[in-house]
């Protein structure tokens, strides 16, 4: 049986600098550090930053006085914010530079008098950071559908945005459906989606055209990496999200000769190698990883924190 590893898979930059925000953090002041929600959606993550002195609220009425906050790499609304800075809170931002853009380009076009589509799916904490930024009308929808249904009470005064980690193809069915009923709507066409989302979409596409079976290592919870399983398993190919090596059911690989692997945007590296390690448990001889897309992009630190010790 042979392994091959989609590239680019993994962390992201903006997942890297979020994750490197709590460990300076934690360096320059000490634990405890208050990370508001999970500061991005991996449990081992999480578990990893519990261990060196990092506690994970819910929400801010959590945190003690004087406590140092971090906003985690999805956004929060302007609410969030403006109640820390009533707590007089010292916050320190991890949302990801590529989240913030999206909430500047949104507020840009309701500043010009448009009211907003925003495209994403309900619930999650970017969708909700992301419509608590924007000061005026801001309608959800997720699916062609959901635009057939829409309701707007100035149909020639609308500008859409997305939320970054949504599938390509499927957020250009949606567009096109808000262009078809809308013909006047504006909006930045996919580039809301991230380089690191587009990266791995791209690789998994690659991917599928030549293995039999995907693993996608991610947590249930990350839109990216069920994007990921959702995009092999439209191409045809039988594919499984695991949130780590433990996860995977010897059964899958019955009468497989090539499995492909691949990691979500918040997925640890390490989780792959167990994975890749377990699969040769099971009779995996031969690992390639397919070429791809070489990233180096990194974001710069929160001026805070730019001085701060570099964890080992
Ligand atoms: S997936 Fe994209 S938007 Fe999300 S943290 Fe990573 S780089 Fe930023």
């Given amino acids: 049986m042979k392994v091959i590893l989609a590239k680019p898979r993994g962390f992201c930059a903006g997942v890297e600098r979020a994750i490197e925000i709590v460990e300076r953090a934690l360096e320059k002041y000490g634990a405890p550090v208050y990370v508001r929600h999970e500061i991005v959606h991996n449990r081992h993550v999480v ?14 009425d959590e945190i003690p006085a004087g406590g140092i906050t971090v906003f985690s790499a999805h956004g929060v609304s302007q609410k969030v914010e403006d109640d ?68 707007v009470r100035d149909p020639g005064h609308l500008a859409y945005v997305t939320q970054t980690t949504l599938s390509v193809d499927d957020t250009r069915s949606v567009i096109e459906a808000l262009k078809v009923r809308f013909p006047t709507i504006v909006g930045p066409d996919t580039k809301d989606i991230c380089y690191a989302t587009q990266n791995r979409q791209r690789a998994v596409h690659d991917l599928a055209s030549i293995v039999d079976v995907i693993l996608v290592v ?30 995977l059911d010897p059964a899958w690989l019955d009468g497989v000769e090539s499995v492909g692997v691949t990691a979500g945007a918040s997925a640890p590296e390490r989780l792959v190698q167990q994975l890749v390690d377990r699969l040769r448990e099971l009779g995996a001889d031969e690992i390639e990883v ?23």
Wanted: net charge negative.
């Fill in 290 to 312: 397919l070429s791809g897309v070489e990233e180096n992009v990194r974001f710069k630190m929160p001026p805070e924190l730019a001085e701060a010790a570099v964890p080992a």
């Fill in 218 to 247: 991610g947590a249930q919870n990350s839109s990216n990496s069920n994007r990921l399983r959702e995009i092999a398993t439209e191409m045809g190919v039988r594919s499984y999200l695991v949130a780590d090596a433990s996860a």
């Fill in 84 to 151: 820390a800075a009533l707590r007089a809170l010292p916050v320190i931002d991890a949302t990801c530079p590529l989240v913030s853009k999206v909430h500047h380009e949104a507020q840009r076009y309701a500043r010009g008098g448009r009211d907003i589509v925003l495209i994403g799916h309900a619930g999650h904490p970017e969708v909700e950071g992301t419509m608590g930024r924007i000061d005026g009308m801001v309608y959800l929808v997720a699916t062609p559908e959901d635009v057939a249904e829409l309701t």
């Fill in 47 to 60: 578990e990893d930053l519990k261990a060196k002195g990092a506690r994970f609220v819910d929400e801010l």
